[in-house]
């Protein structure tokens, strides 16, 4: 078996080693049913096992009461853009969205399509480095729904509590990088979404988990795949559904309930982004991006003094086995993605480079 | 290895074994990248190198000039229900639809959320059991486009040569279950598009060809998601695509291309279903479903004498490794679905059963 690297890949990103050996078993026979995961029909008897029991531990992972629907759909979190308001939304009303990145961004682009959205709070100004207090938001008169990204990929950042939401509005959240990553009390929301890429397994799965008043009568008339409903109804088979992605999203799940569930991810964590914290606490030549409080267990961003220094650094860790620490275009430098599956040991290595690079570095940036 | 038994399923469907044995592997390492394929950024160098690499394999598998697009969405044939008329169908116009099965009235209920919506012809009366000939098909005045479902994997019933479209207008068609098993001329059409699970790699992928003066520019302001444009401009990569439905696709053209491409595709399947076909029509104990000028290559319906009949033979057939079998809930009975990666050898058991079962129980069926 070849060597894996550490991949601090945003997202498709690094799973559990052992969902993997599991899947390459399953891709040519699963169950001893003669037949692969991936050519089992969706209405078959073995995909609804596997349908009911990764529905079944995702409610156990995350305490999830019958008072809600967990589903699966397609597209992304970007198609729950205009899903989300094409639902929720009456074209007479008005939603309020925290803009806290470009994630927050796509969601306040589509919006309009379907009834008014108002900004409640945004870290625009500051390039998007921290998570707005309480105190600078601003609610509109009755909004429908508050709609907040939980994590922020590319700037870093996250919401280490759920604002809370004006009476009489339920809170939407775009989940897609840290949900599962700590306990979550899911009776606050309305609506949670999360592309499956970072915390859940491959792309191309949406796990929806949305309460059941909320989601059954959209408010308007919608185009069939459009209606929450049909997907929550028929168990995420209101069509063919990305039926690998279920599988594998339940492989990951029965992973985290042997690894102590949504505790241990947090313990889990805290010490893999506290490896790489605690070291940019104690340095001054890497320049961390995101503001202390708001900084993400997720997505740790940073920048050497210099654009060079930053290509030099990424060329040096790749060459060390350290791959996809570039950061996005929008803010440069690099970020290192280190999600459920991430092992410490990654974490570690990163420090040690970095510090040796900051060492045989520190002179030139100071010239 | 365990024992795989013959998989009739409609779709997800057998896929070819070379290309899940090349899965297997690039689950845990691809291109000695030290990172498994599902883990992959899909704005990483090695994804990059499969897109290009599909996109390049799917033009020659299918002879697809520059003059078009190919790229993929998320959301199965089904939500194309919606971003077909959204994009191509202006308020005040009016597309034609063909209705030969289910899958072609999914197509049609979604239409007038954006046009007026003409059904040209319909086998509705016989259950479908029939595709319409150019006499009974009646376009209407001036339609924007005409679409029809090129094989209703339900029915058993394909479209030989595609329609002829009115002046003016272009061709739209679901190929899900069709595309790739024969050759085609794509310059007949303006929009082909084919979920995956059939004859392409695995659920949650969706093929599309389009030609790039009709995706261009949707006719009305569109939620980010929807816009053809969008997803043909950025390679299928507008938001984080299905990655490894891409790549598993990807891996079915060079499988196709190194079985002689979509002429030993024809070959193929006219052998493989021509060992049904030849029994069926040899025979009167087997009540075959479609119409002889309409029946399908890739799914054979047929039903036995008596619903219970049925029943024992489902029983029967699963005890013997020949698996997924039944037909849909909507006409009953069986359905062999045999796509590109079938082989004749489960064919050909299926008849030797077919036959035994027949002999079994022709004394029954008559009393």
Chains 1, 2 share one sequence.
Not at 42 to 56: C, L, N, S, Y
């Amino acid at each position: 078996m070849s060597e894996r690297i550490f991949n601090f890949s945003a997202g498709p990103a690094a799973l559990p080693e052992p969902v993997i050996r599991q899947a390459q078993k399953d891709l040519w026979d699963i169950d001893s049913s003669g037949i692969g995961i991936l050519e089992h029909s969706h209405r078959g008897k073995v995909f609804d096992k596997i349908t009911h029991e990764t529905e079944a531990d995702c409610r156990t992972v995350g305490g999830i009461s019958d008072e809600y629907s967990v589903f699966w759909m397609q597209g992304g979190a970007t198609s729950q853009c205009y899903f989300v308001p094409a639902n929720f939304l009456p074209s007479d009303r008005t939603a309020d969205y925290f803009e806290t990145g470009k994630w927050a961004q796509d969601s306040i682009k589509d919006c309009p399509h379907y009834g008014a959205c108002h900004v409640c709070a945004s870290s625009r100004d500051t390039n998007f480095n921290a998570i707005p207090t309480p105190e600078q938001t601003n609610y509109s008169d009755n909004p429908v729904y508050v709609h907040f990204t939980a994590n922020n990929t590319i700037m870093g950042t996250e919401f280490h509590a759920e604002p809370t939401a004006p009476k009489g509005a339920f809170l939407v959240s775009d989940m897609s990088s840290n949900i599962f990553s700590r306990p979550l009390d899911v009776s606050k929301y309305g609506l949670i979404y999360a592309g499956a890429q970072k915390n859940l397994g491959p792309s191309g799965t949406t796990l929806l988990i949305g309460r059941r008043d909320l989601i059954e009568n959209p408010v308007r008339d919608l185009p069939q795949m459009m209606k929450f409903s049909n997907h929550a109804k028929k168990e995420g088979r209101f069509n063919t559904p990305n039926t690998f992605g279920v599988y594998l999203m339940g492989q990951v799940f029965k992973w985290i309930l042997a690894e102590g569930g949504l505790k241990a991810m947090q313990e889990r964590n805290d010490e893999v982004a506290g490896v790489l914290y605690s070291f940019l606490d104690s340095q001054d030549f890497y320049i961390p991006h995101a503001q202390h409080a708001s900084r993400s267990n997720m997505n740790i961003t940073f920048k050497c003094p210099t654009p060079e220094l930053d290509k030099a650094f990424l060329v040096g860790a790749g060459s060390r086995g350290l791959d996809g620490l570039k950061g996005h275009r929008s803010i440069g430098g690099m970020r290192a993605s280190m999600y459920n599956a991430f092992p410490k040991a990654g974490a570690k290595a990163l420090v040690e480079f970095m510090k040796t690079f900051a060492h045989e570095h520190a002179a030139a940036a100071k010239a």
